[in-house]
């Protein structure tokens, strides 16, 4: 009988393991409180410029795909970063940039590299702001 407690025991406490690791995932709470700490405030509207310039890069259905994050800091700072909802979601909207017969090498080389990047931070990505003090903030959050 204790075994098979112990057993169970065990299992639920695998189970709750990996559903809290599966869940958090998003890597988005350490950029916020980098830029919070640094002095930037998270804006509530997000303008239809960014709208459109988020669907320029990321394709049309990139409202169901992202979650835009506008940061301001003073009277000139704004950064806005892409939330994605997963890593996976990330690199697959990139894919289809592959076909390119110009570029598609080098976007499958920078697919294999991403993490590595400056403005990639698990699920999200950092797409303005690197003039005004975003990309410093940004790295932080790594």
Same mark, same amino acid.
């Given at each position: ?56 890069? =990321?394709? $049309?259905?990139?409202? @169901? ?9 003073? !009277?000139? #700072?704004?950064? %806005? ?28 080389? =920078?697919? $294999?590299?991403?993490? @590595? ?9 950092? !797409?303005? #702001?690197?003039? %005004? ?10």
């Amino acid at each position: 009988m204790k075994k098979k407690l112990a057993t169970l025991i065990t299992s639920l406490t695998l189970v709750a393991v990996l559903l809290f690791t599966l869940c958090g995932c998003s890597t988005y709470g350490k950029v916020q409180r980098a830029f919070k700490n640094d002095g930037w405030t998270e804006q509530t509207e997000i303008s239809d410029a960014q709208k459109n310039a988020v669907k320029e890069l =990321f394709g $049309e259905d990139a409202e @169901n795909k992202v979650t835009i994050h506008v940061f301001t800091k003073g !009277i000139t #700072g704004n950064a %806005t970063v892409v939330e994605f909802k997963s890593d996976k979601e990330m690199t697959d909207s990139l894919k289809t940039l592959t076909e390119d017969p110009l570029l598609g090498t080098y976007i499958k080389n =920078f697919i $294999e590299n991403i993490q @590595n990047c400056q403005i990639v931070n698990g699920n999200c990505v950092l !797409i303005s #702001g690197f003039l %005004t003090g975003g990309l410093e903030t940004f790295k932080k959050s790594k």
